[in-house]
């Protein structure tokens, strides 16, 4: 199984990023697809996740600019970024838990907000 993200680069203040990640090879019953962040110097955190038929849930930093988002039958989870501010700067990776529960982490994709 392998996670594939995409979609990270740089951006100014206020502009908008949409981060992408693919799950690929054989996986069944995708349960919860995330998305973590990790800057330099400080730990991964949570910043948004989806669990098949719920509400997504969002840290409180994020609520409002991003957007968590699936497509099970792409096995794609998507993340709209609105709004970037310098501190969302961040190395941003996917993640995806099954129902047995697996847990699968892709390698991330660096995100950094500047002018």
């Known amino acids: 199984v392998q996670l594939q993200a995409s979609g990270g680069g740089l951006v100014q203040p206020g502009g908008s990023l949409r981060l992408s990640c693919v799950v690929s090879g054989s996986i069944s019953g995708i349960y919860i697809m995330g998305w973590h962040r990790q800057a330099p110097g400080k730990q991964r955190e949570l910043v948004a996740s989806?669990?098949?038929?719920?509400?997504?849930n969002y840290a409180d930093s994020v609520k409002g600019r991003f957007t968590i988002s699936r497509d099970n039958a792409k096995k794609t989870t998507y993340l709209q970024m609105n709004s970037l501010k310098p501190e969302d700067t961040a190395v941003y990776y996917c993640?995806?838990?099954?129902?047995?529960?697996?847990?699968?982490w892709g390698r991330g994709t660096q995100v950094t907000v500047s002018s």
């Open positions: 989806i669990r098949s038929g719920e509400s997504p």
């Open positions: 993640n995806v838990v099954t129902y047995r529960p697996d847990d699968y």
